[in-house]
C-alpha cells in the first residue's frame, strides 16, 4: 500500500500590499490598500492588509466605503509588473525546495514535498520555507499541510497571517464539516445561498443533505464532487510542467458606455461561448478564468479566480466570469469593455467515468450522445459548424 502524499499549498498573505511593504518599510504596520486611486474614490480594493481588514476593509470594496471605514487607510496605487517579479522570486525558490511544484495564481502553489519529508520533518520544512519568504522577500505567508490538494488548501486558510496548519482526512469530522459552508474551497457565493436553501449551513452538512435536493441545485456531477471532498477526498496530482501562463481571452467594445448589467451578463454570455470554443480548438482547458472590464477613463481592471476542476466548458466559464462581475459592479457604473480570459492551460486529460448508485444513467447516455452528434457534425461540416454554449437571444436572432 502505497504511503500518503505530502502536499503544501503555500498561500501569500495580502499579497500585493505585502509587496508594497517588503519594497517601502514605512508602510509596514499601518492600513493599507493597494487600489486605482480615482478622484471620486471608485477604484476596488485589490488587497488589504491586515490592520486595514481589522476595520472591516475587504477585496473588491469601493475605496470611498473603505475610507468611512478605515480614515487613516493608506491608497497604493497598484504595480502589476512589481508583483509579477515578486511571484517569480517566489516561484523560483519553491522550485529549489521540490521540483513537483504547481503554481496555482500569482501568489499561490502547490508543492509535493513526500520525498522532501523523507529526510526532514514536515512542519520543519514548513517553517523554513515559510522563515525563507518572510526574511529574504518580506513576504508572509500561511502554509496548508495534507494528504491532497483540496485538504491542504482548506488547510492554508485557517490560520493567517503566518500559519502552519495540518488537516489529515481522519480530523475532517473535526475541523471540517463544522465550517460554514462558504469556506468550502469550490464554492462560490451565488452557490452558497441556494445550499443553505436545502439546509446545507456548514460543510458537514453535504453529509447529511437528501442527494436528490442536492443534484436538483448544483447538478448531479457537482454533488459528487461535493460530497467527496466533505469526505476529505481529492487529487494528489500536482500538474508539473504542462501548465503555463499563456491564455485564451475575448473581449467587446461598446458604442457607448453600458451600466445595464443584464446586458453586460448577457455580452458574457457570447463571450464564453467564443473562449470556450478557442480552447477546444487548442485542446486545452484552463485552470483560472478571468475578467476583464475597462471604464470609460480607460481605466482597465482585471480579476480572476482559480478552478477547482480545469475545464472548457462555456456554461462553467460564464458561471465564474458572471460571480466575478457581480462583486466588481455597482450601480451607476459604466463599462466601456468586457472580456474574459482562460488562464493557465493544460492538456485535458482522459477521465473514467465512475458511475455511482446516485446517477441517472438515462442523463448520462443522453451526454454521451450529444458528445457523440458533435462530433460526427464537426467532422462532416468542420469544427466552426456546430458548438455548445449559451443560446443568445440576440435581435438578429429568429
Known amino acids: ?221 457537482y454533488a459528487n464532487a461535493l460530497i467527496s471532498r466533505a469526505q476529505g477526498n481529492g487529487s494528489t496530482e500536482i500538474v508539473v510542467g504542462e501548465s503555463d501562463f499563456q491564455s485564451v481571452s475575448n473581449a467587446h467594445t461598446f458604442d457607448n458606455p453600458v451600466f445595464d448589467l443584464s446586458l453586460l451578463k448577457e455580452t458574457l454570455k457570447v463571450i464564453a461561448n467564443t473562449v470556450s470554443h478557442r480552447l477546444e480548438q487548442q485542446d486545452k482547458e484552463a485552470q483560472t478564468v478571468g475578467l476583464i472590464i475597462k471604464y470609460p477613463n480607460f481605466r482597465q481592471v482585471t480579476r480572476s479566480k482559480a478552478l477547482a476542476k480545469p475545464t472548457a466548458e462555456a456554461h462553467r466559464i460564464y458561471d465564474v466570469a458572471e460571480e466575478i462581475l457581480e462583486e466588481m459592479f455597482h450601480p451607476g457604473d459604466q463599462i466601456r469593455l468586457i472580456g474574459i480570459s482562460a488562464t493557465r492551460l493544460i492538456k485535458p486529460k482522459a477521465e473514467m467515468k465512475q458511475i455511482t448508485i446516485f446517477d441517472n444513467l438515462s442523463e448520462i447516455e443522453k451526454e454521451e450522445a450529444i458528445k457523440k452528434l458533435l462530433k460526427n457534425l464537426k467532422a462532416n461540416f468542420g469544427e466552426t459548424s456546430i458548438n455548445r454554449g449559451y443560446y443568445y437571444r440576440g435581435k438578429d436572432n429568429e
Not at 515559510?130 to 485557517?158: R, V, W, Y
Not at 464539516?177 to 452558497?192: D, R, S, V
Open 1 to 221: 500500500m502505497n504511503s500518503p502524499k505530502i502536499i503544501f499549498h503555500i498561500d501569500m498573505n495580502c499579497f500585493f500590499a505585502s509587496v508594497e511593504r517588503a519594497e517601502n518599510k514605512e508602510l509596514v504596520g499601518k492600513p493599507i490598500a493597494v487600489a486605482h486611486q480615482d478622484p471620486l474614490y471608485r477604484g476596488m480594493i485589490l488587497s488589504p492588509s491586515y490592520e486595514a481588514r481589522k476595520y472591516g476593509v475587504r477585496t473588491t470594496m469601493l475605496v470611498r466605503d473603505a475610507l468611512l471605514l478605515c480614515h487613516d487607510l493608506i491608497i497604493v496605487e497598484p504595480k502589476m509588473r512589481l508583483y509579477q517579479e515578486y511571484s517569480r522570486r517566489f516561484m523560483e525558490y519553491l522550485e529549489s525546495v521540490s521540483p513537483v511544484i504547481e503554481q496555482a495564481s500569482i501568489d499561490e502553489a502547490y508543492l509535493d514535498v513526500t520525498e522532501n519529508s523523507k529526510t526532514e520533518h514536515p512542519l520543519e520544512l514548513a517553517k523554513r520555507i515559510q522563515d525563507h519568504l518572510l526574511t529574504e522577500l518580506g513576504l508572509p505567508c500561511s502554509i496548508g499541510i495534507g494528504p491532497n490538494k483540496f485538504l491542504a488548501k482548506m488547510a492554508s486558510n485557517m490560520k493567517k497571517p503566518l500559519g502552519i496548519t495540518v488537516l489529515r482526512k481522519r480530523e475532517v469530522d473535526k475541523y471540517l464539516w463544522p465550517l460554514p459552508i462558504e469556506e468550502m474551497y469550490g464554492i462560490g457565493k451565488k452557490t452558497a445561498p441556494k445550499l443553505r436553501e436545502i439546509g446545507v449551513n456548514t460543510i458537514g452538512d453535504l453529509l447529511k443533505v437528501d442527494f436528490s435536493k442536492l443534484k436538483e441545485v448544483v447538478g448531479q456531477a
